[in-house]
């Protein structure tokens, strides 16, 4: 696990290259990578690389980055693991290439020589890297195939630059921050900016199963290298339909999964929080390693304690268990840490744990630990996925009965008489437009929430020329429905068969798991040098339960169904079926009555006129849902606390 920085200049083949802006660079993400750290620069190709190292695959100096190999002329920079570089290397050197390290990194620079780009498809991992081919004048910036490590870029005054967190990029003097408004509006919607925006103007993300190449004219393109979806036959169909089919791939996929994930030259560790998924995890690397070490967060006075849970899975499985409580004095010491370690508002308050949990795992000297994102999103875990099938299934059924000037009464109607529902009064609304009802899993403000907020960008114009290259068509403006429609249309018409379930999760790929769920693991486990893994988004995973129906997934009213089938082989049938508590912070306690946030959250009402309107906005809206109001109140205080960091 590294983290890595750099710039390119596009519009000249040579050009002198600063060097002390390299070595800020590489300051910046120390964090990622304390073991080792590097710069690489060549005036000859106006080509400038700064790296950082965690050692966890050859821990000697070999596998140092950036990595250039001279006989190739290829320099990589690289982030994340390639579990199948074993197998790769002996595929490698049948073809006659020779090793001067055990490093998947080496593996890497081998490849991309032997099969060219499309080596992408040989890989089995997490990754994000920058591959710069001097021989052949290309150059690529790639994202892996679920997102699970970040890569930002700018292109601005003639260069490219990049870096695993935007940070980096803030010491490079040709790049200035300023707030995207189109950016900060989805943020209100999906709690992050979706890809691939950021919250700052000119600076954006890579896209999951994206690159960006860079071809002989120094001329930028993107390409899709990976999508999920993979067409079923008529008789692969019926296989998916035998729920026993099912349960013996899954359970094969989850054992390949997680032991992929053991691949390391370091201890591997696990998050366990005593619910379902952690505890799985836990059960499956029982069975590859008999030294296992856990760690558990709890946050005080919360209804989220499952320390109990937590150490009954542990001293089932006889691992070293840890355990750390987090007050709200805690959480709120690190808050604006934290807001700094994510460079852009992420309205999770997961994070606060999250971080807590990993430094916990640092201090005991781990450097490796799996961890249980996309569960849920596979699994049809949510209690709300199953309100929002029942929807599609009653209302959006009888759409063609309905008349658009009726559909239009009843939003109305709805719109008048439940002034303080905001989600039954978007609900109706998108009814009546005939959009689909679900956007995502976790959202704070709907669209007639924010409609005040667009006067204050109405005459902006914010079409943006490269969103448009790697999304064309894609519709920019005020509406983020616009995101959600884009990506639901070209599933189906890849596949216009595609069930609500499928519909669901492809849009959770698309938008929430890499850039929410997966960016506060990346962020708050590297803020404390640790590397974070995720079995259940292992790729093979995920198109086999893309193609698994959706009422499979919850059957006889069972979320999580497949799931906590396989597990009962594993785990005892009490820790399979215990109600789901789920792994979060007390938000609304510590805004509504703590002594820490509440305080600190009240800086709104203190703000400059402009910064009380555009809040006051969506803020005057009465929403009764109390855990939604949660997640309204805290998007908005990551959005005020971001801004004050950046005035100063």
């Known amino acids: 696990m590294c983290g890595f920085a750099g710039f390119y200049n596009l519009e000249r083949n040579n050009g002198w290259v600063n060097q002390e802006l390299l070595e800020r660079m590489q300051q910046r993400l120390a964090h990622r990578g304390p073991d080792a750290g590097a710069i690489w620069a060549s005036d000859e190709h106006g080509l400038g690389l700064a790296a950082r190292r965690l050692k966890i695959i050859d821990l000697s100096d070999a596998g140092n980055q950036p990595f250039y190999h001279p006989i190739h002329n290829i320099v990589l920079c690289y982030n994340g693991e390639i579990y199948n570089y074993r197998a790769l290397r002996v595929q490698l050197e049948v073809l006659g290439y020779q090793f001067t390290s055990t490093s998947d990194t080496e593996v890497i620079v081998h490849a991309y020589h032997a099969w060219g780009i499309a080596c992408l498809d040989r890989f089995e991992g997490m990754f994000a890297f920058a591959l710069f081919d001097m021989a052949r004048k290309k150059s690529y910036l790639v994202r892996d195939r679920i997102g699970v490590k970040p890569l930002y870029f700018s292109l601005c005054k003639g260069m490219l630059s990049f870096a695993s967190e935007i940070k980096a990029l803030w010491e490079l003097p040709w790049l200035e921050r300023k707030i995207n408004n189109l950016a900060w509006y989805h943020y209100l919607t999906f709690m992050v900016a979706p890809a691939p925006w950021t919250i700052f103007e000119g600076v954006y993300k890579l896209p999951a199963g994206f690159y960006l190449a860079i071809d002989e004219q120094r001329r930028v393109s993107f390409h899709e290298w990976y999508n999920p979806i993979k067409l079923l036959s008529a008789s692969e169909k019926k296989e998916y339909a035998a729920e026993s089919y099912c349960l013996q791939r899954i359970k094969q996929m989850l054992l390949d999964s997680v032991a992929k994930r053991m691949v390391a030259d370091v201890p591997v560790a696990a998050y366990l929080s005593g619910g379902l998924d952690s505890s799985l995890i836990v059960a499956l690397m029982s069975r590859v390693s008999s030294k296992i070490s856990t760690f558990t967060v709890a946050c005080a006075g919360g209804d989220y304690d499952e320390r109990s849970w937590a150490r009954r899975v542990a001293a089932l499985y006889g691992t070293d268990h840890h355990e750390i409580v987090v007050t709200e004095q805690d959480a709120f010491g690190y808050y604006e840490q934290m807001v700094q370690a994510l460079d852009e508002p992420l309205a999770d308050c997961v994070c606060i744990p999250f971080y807590y949990v990993s430094r916990l795992a640092h201090e005991h000297g781990l450097k490796v630990a799996q961890v249980g994102e996309g569960a849920d999103e596979l699994f049809f875990g949510y209690s709300s996925y199953m309100r929002y099938v029942n929807l599609m299934q009653r209302w959006y059924r009888a759409l063609p009965f309905f008349p658009k000037t009726l559909r239009w009464g009843v939003a109305r109607s709805v719109n008048q ?23 995502g899993g976790a959202l704070a403000f709907g669209e007639q929430q924010k409609r005040e907020v667009q006067k204050f960008f109405i005459h902006q114009n914010v079409h943006d020329s490269v969103v448009e290259q790697i999304y064309p068509g894609m519709q920019q403006g005020f509406d983020s429905y616009a995101i959600v429609d884009y990506h639901r249309l070209r599933l189906l018409q890849m596949d216009p068969e595609a069930d609500i379930g499928k519909q669901m999760l492809y849009l959770e790929l698309k938008q929430r798991l890499p850039e929410l769920l997966l960016m506060r693991a990346d962020k708050m486990s590297m803020a404390t040098s640790i590397e974070a893994r995720e079995p259940f988004l292992d790729h093979h995973l995920v198109e086999f339960m893309l193609n698994v129906p959706w009422d499979m997934r919850c059957r006889k009213g069972q979320t999580k169904y497949l799931l ?26 510590w805004i509504e009555q703590g002594n820490y946030f509440k305080t600190y959250f009240q800086q709104l009402e203190r703000s400059t006129a402009q910064e009380r309107s555009l809040f006051g906005a969506i803020t005057t809206h009465d929403n009764k849902n109390v855990m939604h109001r949660a997640v309204q109140n805290w998007t908005l205080q990551q959005m005020w606390s971001f801004m004050q960091t950046m005035a100063k």
Do not use: S
């Open 417 to 439: 008489l439940m002034p303080g529902r905001p989600l039954r009064v978007e609900f109706a609304d998108n009814w009546y437009r005939g959009r689909m009802p679900f956007w």
């Open 564 to 589: 906590k089938k396989v597990a009962e082989e594993f785990l005892p049938h009490e820790i399979v079926y215990r109600p789901k508590i789920g792994f979060a912070a007390p938000t609304y306690r």
